[in-house]
Nanobody
Framework: QVQLVESGGGLVQAGGSLRLSCAASGSIFSIIVMGWYRQAPGKQREMVAVVTSGGSTNYADSVKGRFTISTNNAKNTVYLQMNSLKPEDTAVYYC???????????????WGQGTQVTVSS
């Protein structure tokens, strides 16, 4: 079992900043990919930013230059620094860890509980 605990969401005015955190714990042999996704009302969940164990990153075009994904590998934690926020960034943000389980040695995908980010205009 892998547990993910997210924090850092909230309400912010347009142009403001927020930092999301997601810490993983449990039966983790290795982390393959960490990332952030979001889902706005009436829309499908979409990738925001991902980072591989090797440090390669990928961002959605809509957030490039404004959001930065980073990690603390010693703490199995991934962060999303969000700057210059826009009302269209309003969504529930979910962290995602793709890990190899130490219990079964299989690759598993795990999701956080979600944290609301609301950007007012």
């Amino acid at each position: 079992q892998v547990q993910l605990v997210e924090s850092g969401g909230g309400l912010v005015q347009a142009g403001g900043s927020l930092r999301l955190s997601c810490a993983a714990s449990g039966s983790i042999f290795s982390i393959i990919v960490m990332g952030w996704y979001r889902q706005a009302p009436g829309k499908q969940r979409e990738m925001v930013a991902v980072v591989t164990s090797g440090g390669s990153t990928n961002y959605a075009d809509s957030v490039k230059g404004r959001f930065t994904i980073s990690t603390n590998n010693a703490k199995n934690t991934v962060y999303l620094q969000m700057n210059s926020l826009k009302p269209e960034d309003t969504a529930v943000y979910y962290c995602n860890f793709v890990v190899r389980s130490s219990a079964t040695m299989t690759v598993m995908t795990n999701w956080g509980q979600g944290t609301q980010v609301t950007v007012s205009s």
